[in-house]
């Protein structure tokens, strides 16, 4: 089982308005998470990340949000333009845990219409 | 010039074939992972190195083997092709600050085994 689901493949939002990305996870171990962005033909590209002592964390136009109680993070981007197109991937770790091996989810494909 | 390079970018080859998959950084980091990307599942962790010496088996490493020839090169064969490793393999480093890490990855090889 994928210990860690973004269960919308793709989501499409017209410039300018906010996007929202959601992501699940349920290993109640992971204390580090990450968003990553990718384009097509590039490696993924680290864009935001959040530790579980914070529920929020914001840099520019983008904010990922932790709920650890329900085991999800999302993240926001507002807003939204056209270069904003691409997969986004959200990853997490155990923190401290040998390895911190980051495990990521299947990703979601954002289409930001002009 | 990028701080992680793969070699080759797209690579077409038959079952049975043994294939070397090449990552060279230049960023000075110890740790250096080989993941595969498909459709729907993220990025699965093949195998990861701490340093020179240091060698792990990640998440779906059967069929696959890795040599790290130096802190800046890691290499990843399949010592027998097999259609369902067609793929898309991303080598990556990471600078572990001992609380967080983020991972940086290459561009891609794209693998097709027929």
């Known amino acids: 089982d994928q210990q860690v689901k973004q269960n919308s493949p793709s989501l499409s939002v017209q410039e300018g308005r906010i996007s929202i990305l959601n992501c699940d996870y349920t290993n109640s171990m992971f204390d580090y998470f990450l968003w990553y962005k990718k384009y097509p033909a590039e490696g993924p590209t680290f864009l935001i990340s959040?530790?579980?002592?914070?529920d929020k964390n914001e840099d520019g136009r983008f904010t990922v949000f932790l709920n650890k109680s329900a085991k999800h993070l999302s993240l926001h981007i507002v807003p939204s333009q056209p270069g904003d197109s691409a997969v986004y991937f959200c990853a997490a770790s155990e923190g401290n845990n040998a390895g911190n091996m980051l495990t990521f989810g299947g990703g979601t494909r954002l289409m930001v219409k002009p | 010039d990028a701080d992680v390079t793969q070699t080759p970018r797209n690579r077409i080859t038959k079952t049975g074939k043994r294939i070397m998959l090449e990552c060279s950084q230049t960023k000075g980091h110890d740790r250096m992972y080989w993941y595969r990307q498909d459709p729907g599942l993220g990025l699965r962790l093949i195998y990861y190195s701490f340093d020179v010496k240091d060698i792990n088996k990640g998440e779906i490493s059967d069929g696959y083997s890795v040599s790290r020839q130096a802190q800046a090169k890691f290499s990843l064969s399949l010592e027998s092709a097999i259609p369902n490793q067609t793929a898309l393999y991303f080598c990556?480093?990471?600078?572990?600050?001992?609380?967080?890490?983020?991972?940086?990855f290459g561009p891609g090889t794209r693998l097709l085994v027929l």
């Open positions: 959040i530790s579980s002592i914070k």
């Open positions: 990556a480093t990471s600078d572990w600050t001992g609380v967080l890490e983020t991972q940086y």
